[in-house]
């Protein structure tokens, strides 16, 4: 039987016996004896109690703190989220102008054409490309173009930093710049 059960066992009894010791009237010693050992029981039961109860008690406020510092971090870690998530709109909203901006500019930059223009000898040769972030372009049969644009019924799918990749009908394939040109470039179409 553990301590607290036999206190409370001690403390529910120890009346009890006390109250029989007075009434059957044994001796005095036995009646002292008994009443101390109750009030002792007693008093042992409600110390214990209130000692359990103050460390309880303190062990809730502890973690009631560390709660609210807990809520607080989260409340300062979703404030610190959400002007991130402004600053990124902002610079993607940024970026997106930069890029129009960009894209006009280069277009609108007069190239010099000449009058007589000679066919490449080599249709589809990749001689340079300009890659940026905002909108990178290729040099093609001496001809500036960009993703989306068609040459010699070549459509341009991506402009990476070092290849170009491009469709004709269900073709697909990467060049390199100076590469030899595949011989889809000079095909018909069907």
């Not at 529910?12 to 009443?35: C, D, N, Q, S, W």
């Not at 103050?54 to 979703?78: F, G, W």
């Not at 093609?140 to 644009?149: F, H, Q, R, S, V």
Request: net charge positive.
């Amino acid at each position: 039987m553990t301590n607290s059960v036999m206190s409370v066992l001690l403390c529910t009894y120890a009346p009890v016996l006390l109250l029989e010791a007075f009434m059957t009237k044994t001796g005095v010693v036995i009646r002292i004896l008994a009443a101390g050992i109750a009030t002792i029981l007693i008093i042992n039961y409600a110390f214990r109690t209130s000692k359990e109860q103050a460390a309880a008690e303190e062990k809730i406020t502890t973690l009631r703190i560390q709660l609210n510092n807990m809520r607080a971090k989260l409340a300062e870690a979703n404030a610190e989220i959400t002007t991130l998530q402004t600053r990124i709109g902002e610079l993607t909203g940024q970026l997106a102008s930069r890029s129009e901006i960009e894209r006009r500019l280069r277009k609108s930059i007069p190239i010099e054409v000449e009058p007589e223009r000679k066919p490449s000898a080599t249709p589809g040769l990749v001689t340079a490309i300009l890659y940026t972030i905002g909108g990178s372009s290729v040099v093609i049969d001496d001809e500036i173009l960009y993703e989306g644009d068609t040459i010699h019924g070549v459509g341009i799918i991506k402009i990476n930093q070092d290849t170009v990749e491009f469709a004709k009908g269900a073709h697909r394939w990467t060049q390199r710049i100076n590469q030899p040109p595949p011989p889809v470039w000079t095909q018909k179409k069907k």
